[in-house]
């Protein structure tokens, strides 16, 4: 913590990106970017909006996009729907996955996995990366997080 201000978001709920997608709340965050739940006012479905901000030094949105785009109808990937910049952000828009894995190992009765459900995660993101190899990718940033709790 550095006890400095914290920026403001990219974006408010109820914002309007592209005249078609409406923020309903904010999901996530990083050190590139926001992620947001939206409605898709032309499918009526629920979307993730990730965005990042066009005054930002580092871009890495576009990569992710080719990456995604390049991913389609692989399995552990989610949909790509559409993507765009303008002059404050740049955007992507994707199927919205289910509860993050923090929120349902917390939600565990010991605050736990079992060692049956750690494997069968382990398994798939070691699928997932397999996917990301094939299609020509690297990624560089895969690292264990520390525990919250």
């Not at 692989?74 to 993507?83: A, L, N």
Request: hydrophobic share 40%.
């Amino acid at each position: 913590m550095s006890g400095g201000v914290e920026p403001a978001d990219i974006l408010t709920v109820l914002a309007l990106v592209k005249e078609r997608w409406k923020v309903t709340k904010k999901i996530g965050g990083g050190g590139f970017g926001e992620i947001y739940e939206a409605l898709d006012l032309l499918t009526r479905i629920s979307v993730a909006l990730k965005v990042e901000s066009a005054q930002q030094p580092k871009q890495v949105l576009k990569m992710e996009v080719a990456v995604l785009k390049k991913l389609q109808g692989k399995d552990h990937v989610c949909r790509f729907v559409g993507c765009g910049r303008n002059d404050r952000f740049n955007y992507v828009v994707m199927e919205l996955q289910g509860r993050n894995l923090a929120d349902l190992r917390r939600s565990m009765s010991r605050g736990t996995f079992s060692i049956s459900t750690t494997l069968r995660l382990g398994r798939q993101i070691l699928e997932s990366i397999e996917s990301i190899h094939s299609v020509g990718f690297l990624h560089r940033d895969i690292k264990p997080r520390v525990r919250e709790d």
